[in-house]
Structure formats: structure tokens, C-alpha cells
């Protein structure tokens, strides 16, 4: 059965920025199937996304629909007390509900839940029935939440005599809340886990965000929440199970450090880490043979026809009929996603385009691919002038390389201007390559640059191609760009930790992820596995494994699919 985790804490501590990224981290550590309910709902195994936002290949729970449309509305009231915990409530049911519905789903074995309704109605019950910022009550904790627990595990009415308590608020109200959450089937999770923020510190946080301020999120609800929130969690280490409640305090520590922290206390409470189960093929391509014949076969399936062809004909589903007859699209089915493919997208301006190539090339995921060429360009070039300006030499790790196009640009315009500095640069590059060109090219490029070149053949995540990538660095700027969806989670969580132990101090890390859009889908019925990450994610992954992910610069293409992500080393600015 899966183990079913509340993330509990106050505005402003991060707990919906946890629960979404956690079945990430839990996949990739773990080696398990993981979920998340809240603003968002995940599945996430560890070598692909069945569930993400915009990405729902096997539908999303109606439950989860429901939770969703109510989360709206508490939205808008959020500000009519009276109002706003009815809509709540009912949202945090729904979300309940949902998040039962997702351990049926592909064997998920964990699924971290922003709040429960049970345990979020007895944390917020003050600030509803007397806000500490009305001057109702002051912000002080109650002595014992267990008799609520009591009621809600055995049925045990509250003990009378507490009309005046400021955190229950009037006795009999809170119990009718109780009873009726218990008999709309709400439940108690397995493990709880609340983010310890001091008030001042959430509001800051909240402040920062630039958004509105909602009434609830100012220093006296604040604070009267978090007492409430201690003690629902003290009661729940008394009543359930005292290994059950952790309070991990995050007033110090980034996005990155608490997710280590809510990693450590869940660990023992899910089984051991998988052994790895990878697939002998090339990154980027599917094991389904993929012919003309057997694209047509596809395309003329319901699921692909009504999930995905005719919702999205209008955001470039038509032009995916018209692969098997474009000179690159018929690259693609027989190679993948391989350096030929990716020269056919980057070099598109140079020759005169026919109707099929258009439809090829102008497909949102190609244009974003092409797009992202120009936003590396851009970045990558004043970056590598400024280093080359203020150091005796500069070493550059490019892997995959593929053509490298996103550093030979720049440097050819960079030598157009000041070829004296190129000869202080040393770029290794690394690439599968299997067709054995790229070593070749990319040498004879280098050669006529002046640039010393370093290229390996090999798999990036193989021990002996990072030792020798280990043997030429530190590494002054290093470029991993257009493998992150490809890479299996722990694969993907190994090399960006690897990555910052091999940089510099100063050093620079280039990278990049994908969002799901329309053409997610399609590759999902093809066969493709993927991995999605908002820009937010990613820097949430890469604050995890020792950059600095808060301050990490996200350049966007203009479909907003592809994000460039710019990060240094955690502590560096």
C-alpha cells in the first residue's frame, strides 16, 4: 500500500514547492513511483513522467478536476472569511480524494499531499473562528490537540469545559466540523512532515512573491497557525505513532537543503532504493521501431486521434501526419532525436524550405529547439569573452556536444573580432556519436578557431567518460543542454550533483528543461520516455544538488517549452 505524506506549514514555508518537487527527488533516490496532490498532481517514475501539469496521458482523476475548480474559487473568497474555509474545506476533501486515486495508478508507492483536511482544518480552526489579527485571541499555542485526534480515530466527543479556549474557538462548532469531515470519508496520513517557519520570516517570503497579500497572511494569523500547527503535529506523534510527526525547521536552509531534510525523515518509512533498471538505447529514441507504416498505424488509433489530434490540431498536431514525408522528419523515425536531426533544426536558414520542411521545422518542439540555440548563443558568447579577457586560460565542458553549434557560434564571431584570445581555451566535448562523425567535425572546426579540442566518445553517465572529464577540468563554464527530459531521474540527479564538483568556484553551469506541451503526448503514444520540469522545478533540482537554484537565471524561448537555465555553484553569486 502506498505511503501516503502530508506536508503541513504556514504560508510562506515552502510546502507547496515540496510536495510538487518531492516525487522527483523520491524517484530518482528512491527508485520508486511517486506522487504529489496539490496545487499540482504528479506521478513520477523514476525513468519517466506518467502525470505532470499539461501532461495527463492516461486522464486525470475527477476528483482531482474537482479539487482543481474549488481551489479557484477559495481563491477568490480568500478574503470573506466566512466564506473562504467552506470552499477550502471542500477543496482539501477533493484533493484527499485525489490523492487516494493516484496510489492506483502505475504502482505508486509514496504520495506527498500539500496539507489534509483533517489536520489543515485543526491547524487553520483559530484563524477561522478567531483571528489573532481581529484582536479575537491572541497568538498563543493550546494546550493539547489530542482529544481532537481522539474524536476523529475512536469517535471520543471533545471534553466539554473549552468555550474558551482561543485556539479551538467554541467546542461544539469545531466537533460538528470534525464529525462531518470524518463521515465524508476523511482520513489521517501515514507520515507528517511540518516546515517550521518563524511568522516574521513567512511574511518576508510572502512579501517577496510581488503578488497581493491575502488578509489570512500577515504576522498575527501567521503566528497563531504555526502554534496550532506544533501542536497538531505533537498530537499526532502522540495519538498515531510517535516516529510518525517530524518538524523540520527551514528558516536557514534553501529549497534545495529542505528536501534533503524531508528525504531523511522519510526514508525509513519506504522501502529501500531499487536497483536500476535501464534500457540498452541510445538517449532520445524509443525502442518502438518506427516506420512510415507503422506512424500511420499510430496515428489512426482512437487514443492518439481524440487524446491528442484533434484537441490539438490547431497547436501543431496536423504536422506530425506529415513526418514520414519530410527528408528530416524521416531522419527522425530512423535515428531519433540524434545530431543530424538536431543540424537539420539549427541549420534551417540556410537553404530554401519546402511545404514539408516547414511543416518539419515549424512542428512547437523544433521551434523551441531552434529557439533555444539563439538563447544559448547569446548567453554563452560575453560569457566565454569575459573569462577569455580575465584569465590565462578557460577550460569548457560540452556534453552531449552533438554539433555544438551553441559553442562554435559564438566563438567563430568571437574570433572575428579577438582570434588572440582563442588559443587560451580548452573545450572538452563528449558525445555517444554513433555514427562515429562528430569527432572529426568538431576537430576540424576547432582547428580553424585555434582552440584546443578534447573530444570522447562515450555514454556521459558512465564512470570511465567522467573520469576522464574529471582528469581535464575544473571546469570554468560547463554546457549540459538537451538531455535533461531524456535522462532517467537518478541518472539526471547523479550527473547534476557530478557536475558541481566539477566546476570552479566562480564556474557557470548552462542548462536547460522542457515543459510538456502538445507534442508531450504525442511522443508518449510513440513510445518516447520523458521527464518534464517547470523552470521552478529544475531550480529546485539544481539548489538540491549544490548550486544555487534561487538565483539560477531562466531565459525562455517564445512557446515557453523550452527554458535555458543559468546556475553557479550553491554560495556564489
Known sequence: MALQLCILGIDGSGKSTVADTLPMILAAELGLTAGSAGETFRVCAPDEDHLAPGFEPDGLPWMARRARSLRRLAKYFVNRRRVYPFFKLAQMLCQDKAALRLTNRRGVGCVASDGNALLSTLGRAANYLHPASDGDAPAAAPADARPALQLLLRGEPLPAGRDDS????????????????????????????????APQAAFERITARGRAVDRHENEADLAQARAMYLAVVEAFRATVHPGAAHVIDVEERTPGEVLRAVVEVVRPHLPPPLPGQGEDRPLGTTTTRLTPTSVWAKAFNGRYLFGH??????????????????????????????????????????????????????????????????????????????????????????????????????????????????????????????????????????????????????????????????????????????????????????????????????????????????????????GYKANYYTPENYRVLLDYCGFDGPAAEVVSGRDRINHVVLARRGGVR
Open 166 to 197: 482561543p485556539a479551538w474557538g467554541e467546542t461544539r462548532s469545531v466537533e460538528r466540523a470534525l464529525r462531518l469531515l470524518r463521515s465524508l470519508g476523511a482520513w489521517l496520513p501515514d507520515v507528517v512532515v511540518l516546515l517550521d517557519l
Open 309 to 526: 489530434f484533434f484537441p490539438n490540431f490547431f497547436r501543431g498536431a496536423w504536422r506530425e501526419l506529415l513526418f514520414p514525408c519530410a527528408p528530416a522528419g524521416k531522419l527522425l523515425l530512423a535515428e531519433g532525436y540524434s545530431a543530424e536531426v538536431m543540424r537539420a533544426i539549427y541549420d534551417q536558414g540556410e537553404r530554401p524550405r519546402g511545404f514539408l520542411d516547414r511543416a518539419f521545422l515549424d512542428y512547437p518542439l523544433h521551434r523551441a529547439v531552434y529557439d533555444r540555440l539563439q538563447i544559448l548563443t547569446a548567453h554563452i558568447e560575453p560569457e566565454l569573452e569575459r573569462r577569455l579577457r580575465q584569465s590565462e586560460a578557460v577550460t569548457v565542458l560540452t556534453a552531449p556536444s552533438g554539433c555544438a553549434y551553441d559553442l562554435f557560434r559564438p566563438l567563430e564571431r568571437l574570433a572575428a573580432r579577438a582570434p588572440e584570445l582563442l588559443g587560451k581555451l580548452h573545450v572538452v566535448a563528449g558525445d555517444l556519436d554513433p555514427q562515429g562523425r562528430l569527432g572529426q567535425e568538431l576537430g576540424a572546426r576547432a582547428g580553424r578557431l585555434n582552440v584546443r579540442l578534447s573530444f570522447w566518445r562515450g555514454d556521459l553517465t558512465g564512470a570511465e567518460f567522467r573520469d576522464r572529464c574529471a582528469a581535464a577540468g575544473p571546469y570554468d563554464l560547463a554546457l549540459f543542454v538537451g538531455l535533461s527530459s531524456w535522462l532517467p531521474k537518478p541518472d539526471l540527479l547523479r550527473h547534476l550533483g557530478w557536475l558541481h564538483g566539477q566546476l570552479r568556484p566562480d564556474g557557470l553551469l548552462v542548462t536547460d528543461c522542457f515543459t510538456p506541451a502538445a507534442y508531450a503526448l504525442s511522443g508518449r503514444y510513440v
